[in-house]
């Protein structure tokens, strides 16, 4: 599976808008980019899964570039309980996904 | 209802016992996993089933050793516990094996070694 690059923390006032980026520049065209989170002492939570479109959900919404190598989590709105840690994953499968560093988000109020 | 549920959420025990983690799933998948997360935070994948059957072993020693007795069930037996054993170990499940459907995971069963 394609590796990820991430920054490792960033920050944002609660109720704006979180962007965090993910390199993936090695990608396959059938590699699939996913979103985890984990909070503090929880499980990871999915967020959201996208292949070439932009994608929205109830949480997030995810940009992919065209040539497919990097994207872009938006949490449009961010609150105290988004602070956490953000995986983006690239794989061609949902049974075999590596999580790497992720990206601390600290939202602040 | 939980849809992924671990037993037990805490695990405190001596050195070289042997010990056992339940995970349950109600969603109806098909593959469940068991993922380790060490004191670094790396969330690595050990072990993957899909009906009942073992299809992802990572390199993880045989002290080891995942059960599944039906497809919502998979259990993990760990024999001669060690030190660093002590970690964060994480069940998860999904739908049918190589499709984008996403995992979803428990809360954890954080296992300590005295």
């Known amino acids: 599976d394609a590796k990820t690059t991430q920054p490792p923390s960033m920050d944002c006032a609660e109720g704006r808008a979180a962007n965090l980026p993910c390199n993936h520049s090695t990608i396959s065209g059938n590699e699939y980019v996913y979103w985890y989170r984990q909070i503090h002492s929880q499980g990871p939570q999915y967020i959201i899964h996208g292949l070439k479109n932009n994608e929205t959900n109830e949480m997030a919404s995810l940009i992919i570039t065209e040539d497919r190598k990097s994207s872009t989590l938006i949490l449009p709105h961010a609150t105290l309980r988004d602070t956490a840690v953000y995986y983006c994953i690239v794989s061609a499968s949902n049974s075999k996904l590596t999580f790497g560093k992720g990206i601390t988000l600290s939202v602040r109020p | 209802d939980t849809a992924v549920s671990q037993t037990p959420k805490y695990l405190v025990t001596q050195m070289g016992n042997d010990k056992s983690i339940k995970c349950e799933q109600n969603l109806g998948h098909d593959t469940m996993y068991w993922y380790k997360q060490d004191s670094k935070k790396f969330l690595k994948i050990m072990f993957s089933?899909?009906?009942?059957?073992?299809?992802i072993n990572e390199t993880v020693p045989n002290r080891f050793s995942p059960k599944s007795p039906d497809k919502a069930h998979l259990n993990l037996h760990i024999n001669s516990l060690e030190l660093g054993d002590s970690a964060v170990y994480f069940c998860?499940?999904?739908?049918?094996?190589?499709?984008?459907?996403?995992?979803?995971f428990g809360d954890g069963t954080r296992l300590s070694i005295l």
């Open positions: 089933y899909n009906n009942k059957e073992l299809i």
């Open positions: 998860a499940s999904s739908q049918a094996r190589g499709s984008n459907q996403p995992q979803h």
